[in-house]
């Protein structure tokens, strides 16, 4: 399966943006499906997981409750659904998959063999 994550841009703190993750050589249905980010001159950090079985999410403390990782039923995209965004939150955002994945692991980037190219979100004060 290939990855590619779309829907980027610059939006105002307090604005949301949409993210979406779609797959094309297959589906998404055995997957964990991860978001990344890297901030300039940071390590890419993870943001929210995905299991497509059972729909289980998983996200890091600092976007609880501002940010939802959804599914769509046909098992090709994923979507990052991003509120109450924060400077902090301006990063190019990757999308990533992978099978197999204990849910104690969802978080590890050296974990995920297929990545998405970036997409550039920017958050200006």
């Known amino acids: 399966v290939q990855l590619q994550a779309s829907g980027g841009g610059l939006v105002q703190a307090g604005g949301s943006l949409r993210l979406s993750c779609a797959a094309s050589g297959g589906t998404l249905r055995n997957y964990f499906v991860g978001w990344f980010r890297q901030a300039p001159g940071k390590e890419r950090a993870f943001v929210a997981a995905?299991?497509?079985?059972?729909?289980?999410?998983y996200y890091a403390d600092s976007v609880k409750g501002r940010f939802t990782i959804s599914r769509e039923n046909a098992e090709k995209t994923v979507y990052l659904q991003m509120n109450s965004l924060k400077p902090e939150d301006t990063a190019v955002y990757y999308c990533?998959?992978?099978?197999?994945?204990?849910?104690?692991?969802?978080?590890?980037?050296?974990?995920?063999?297929?990545w998405g190219q970036g997409t550039l979100v920017t958050v200006s004060s």
């Open positions: 990533a998959a992978q099978s197999g994945l204990m849910q104690s692991s969802v978080s590890r980037r050296d974990l995920y063999h297929t």
């Open positions: 995905l299991r497509w079985s059972g729909g289980h999410t």
